[in-house]
C-alpha cells in the first residue's frame, strides 16, 4: 500500500515534466567501483534506516542538492510512514534497463 503511495506521488509530481533518468554510470569510492544500480541499493539502504530510525530532517537531507521537490517528497514519505505506523518496511531497486550489459561484461560472456 505504501509503495503505492509512493508511486502515485512519484508519478504525481513528475505528470506534464520531462523526466530525466541518469545514465548507468559507474563511481570509484576508494578501490571499489560502484554501477549506479549499487548507488541505489546503497541510498535505499540509507532511506530505510532513516525511516526506521531517524527524523524527517534526516530523510529529507537524503535529497540531492538543490532539489527542493525530491526533499519535499522525501518529507511526505517520511510522514506517511510514520502516519500510518508502518512496522516493517522493504524496499528496492527496479533496474530500468534490465539484461543490458557493459563492454567488459559482454567480452567476458562472449556476447
Same mark, same amino acid.
Given at each position: ?19 530525466? !533518468? ?42 540531492? %542538492?538543490?532539489? %527542493? ?11 506517511? !510512514?510514520?502516519?500510518?505506523? !508502518? ?10 534497463? %534490465? ?13
Amino acid at each position: 500500500m505504501l509503495l503505492a503511495l509512493v508511486v502515485g506521488v512519484v508519478t504525481y509530481r513528475a505528470f506534464g515534466r520531462q523526466v530525466i !533518468v541518469p545514465a548507468a554510470t559507474e563511481k570509484s569510492y576508494g578501490t571499489e567501483t560502484l554501477s549506479r544500480a549499487d548507488e541505489a541499493n546503497r541510498l535505499l539502504l540509507r532511506l530505510k534506516s532513516v525511516l526506521d530510525n531517524g527524523t524527517r530532517k534526516q530523510a529529507m537531507a537524503l535529497a540531492a %542538492p538543490g532539489e %527542493p521537490t525530491a526533499r519535499h517528497d522525501l518529507g511526505m514519505i517520511y510522514d506517511n !510512514v510514520h502516519d500510518l505506523r !508502518v512496522a516493517d518496511l522493504s524496499l528496492r531497486f527496479i533496474d530500468d534497463r %534490465p539484461g543490458e550489459l557493459s563492454d567488459a561484461e559482454r567480452r567476458t560472456l562472449g556476447r
